[in-house]
């Protein structure tokens, strides 16, 4: 069987979805949509599909099979349920929508209709976070304390549906999340409004876990320099991301090295031991998100990214916005 495909939305992200669909094989890329006909058209050229100003006319006329949803992420839900109500399969950009109640919607119109839906969370496959979740799951770090993100640049000029918080923010809680198999209970943020128009282009947050780690958020769009770092302290050292080169550090603990952590139960001292950077084999995480959203769909493998993934992300995205704007801590659980 082979699978017919198609994209809504061809913008910044939009773009890379459709030429990372012409590349991959045994697909059947069918056309395209976006409202900016100039831009659709340029798309529909590069990679010889049919260009669609109105998307239900490409729904329609094209009947794809599966669809990445990559509009701004206000149009997020009108989209997505079109899709879903014509049974087709869907990959939302993130975040899942500009609601919760949106974000609960789309998720009971896909069970509703029976159709997968996937939010593309990308930083879940880049290659240095796939080998941190292994080697945590190994116990390679032992208990994990702290989980520090620092994910800051410059403003894009594209946004303005929403803020740093939404746009930003929900990768590294999502990372967060999923590194820890744990929820957030409660948090605290402070926000400024420097530049953007409308909202917060500022974040300094603060996440508590139910296992007991504690996350921290530094984003903004007030940085000259694109920063994207995650750091994973535990018992046995600290894990470095850097999500732009893919790379992998490990900080060795060497207080730690040989303890019986079941029977001392308690960190006893912490010095500094060998440093080791993984080789690992470099991917573009977008290809490697629709490569698992086709096998979810091919019922090869599960949904990576679920659903209720996006929208716990979500919810925990407006709880720090509403604590910078009240400034006061909120509480999730």
Do not use: C
């Not at 913008?11 to 409202?35: C, Q, T």
């Not at 820890?180 to 948090?187: A, K, L, P, Q």
């Not at 000259?224 to 790379?247: A, C, N, S, W």
């Not at 080791?276 to 086709?294: D, G, H």
């Amino acid at each position: 069987m082979t699978l017919k495909v198609a994209v809504i939305g061809v913008g910044a992200m939009g773009k890379n979805h459709a030429r990372i669909y012409w590349e991959l094989p045994n697909l059947d890329f069918v056309g395209i949509a976006d409202s900016d006909k100039d831009l659709g058209e340029s798309i529909s050229k590069r990679y010889g599909v049919d260009y669609f100003p109105d998307y239900r006319t490409l729904l329609d006329t094209k009947k794809p099979d599966a669809v990445t949803i990559a509009v701004p992420t206000a149009n997020h839900f009108d989209v997505a349920l079109e899709a879903i109500q014509r049974g087709i399969h869907v990959l939302i950009e993130k975040p899942i929508a500009p609601s919760i109640e949106q974000g609960e919607k789309i998720i009971q119109a896909a069970q509703q209709h029976q159709v997968k839906l996937m939010i593309g969370h990308v930083e879940r496959f880049n290659p240095a976070v796939v080998a941190l979740k292994e080697k945590i799951r190994a116990g390679k770090i032992g208990k994990v304390f702290q989980l520090d993100a620092r994910r800051e640049g410059p403003f894009p000029a594209r946004i303005s549906d929403v803020g740093v918080v939404i746009d930003l923010s929900v990768h590294d809680i999502d990372i967060m999340r999923s590194i820890t198999g744990s929820e957030v209970v409660r948090v605290y943020a402070e926000t400024e409004q420097r530049i953007h128009t409308k909202h917060e282009d500022l974040l300094t947050g603060l996440l508590r876990f139910e296992d007991k780690s504690v996350g921290t958020l530094n984003v903004n769009w007030l940085t000259p320099t694109k920063i994207r770092e995650l750091h994973i302290t535990g018992e046995m050292g600290l894990f470095k991301v850097d999500y732009l080169t893919q790379d992998l550090y490990f900080y060795e603990n060497s207080g730690a090295q040989g303890s019986d952590w079941e029977s001392l139960r308690i960190l006893r001292g912490v010095n500094e031991g060998p440093t080791i950077k993984f080789a690992l084999v470099k991917k573009e995480p977008l290809r490697s998100e629709q490569e698992a959203f086709i096998a979810a769909v091919m019922g090869e493998s599960p949904i990576a990214v679920t659903g209720e993934d996006g929208l716990e992300a979500l919810k925990i995205a407006e709880a720090i916005v509403l604590s910078g704007q009240e400034h006061r801590m909120v509480s999730l659980r």
